[in-house]
């Protein structure tokens, strides 16, 4: 297959994918809530919010800064109307990282990097729950076997019918992806129901450019395209993707 005809026969696709993304639905906390059962059945997973992906470093990105506002204001109006369980699922890698060997040095434990932006610390209602991670997948934790203790409170927090999860933060296509389907993976596994809901404007992902990545002699990234598949992926998977989440 060459260029052209990859490009023509793509076409179809891509305008479908286009329409879903440009059709999403707004939905109402009031009725995430209603759905769950209760406020105490809905978790917020927030994930990667931090200066290192937000303000400085190597991998810190203006798309994924942007999302802040969004984010602060969702868990504002979530604490509003009574949701507590809010995570805070964060980097933080040891100084020789293997991660490294694929990504640039960052979000190093300890470091002005690893910690969470200033404007959400200011709205979590008492101490921030963080879990720290070393791999873009929270569930696999230190452990060779039995995988993480989050893994286990996840689990537990389903079977207890605590089964309903907002996730945002970033990245779309990797860390927010490996939570989200990883979540939706596990219930599947073990006959679980769960809903997993990714609201599009509380996640983001990084932009390279063709043109930067050859200079840099890295991968190139496109945000807009891989942001809008990797969302379109979850959907496929079952797991629900709305435009916002709205007060109501």
Known sequence: MNFDSFLYNTRPFLNYLFDFYSNLEEKSLSSVIYN??????????????LNGFCKSGPLASPRVAGIIEPIKNLL?????MGIKNVFFLNDAHPSDAVEF????????KGTFESEIVDELKEVVEGEPVIVEKNSLNVFFGGELEGGSEFLKKVVEM???GKSTFIVVGDCTDLCVY????SIKMIANANNLKVN?????NCVETYDT???TAQSLKILPHDGNLIHTMFL?????NGIEVVKELLEE
């Open 101 to 108: 060997g694929e990504f640039p040095p960052h979000c190093v």
């Open 158 to 160: 389903i079977k207890e």
């Open 232 to 236: 379109y992926h979850m959907k496929l």
């Open 76 to 80: 504002k109006a979530c604490y509003r």
């Open 36 to 49: 769950a059962g209760g406020e105490d059945k809905v978790s917020v997973l927030v994930v990667d919010m």
């Open 209 to 211: 450019s063709v043109k």
């Open 196 to 200: 997993v809901i990714v609201p599009e």
């Open 178 to 181: 490996q939570t989200a389907m």
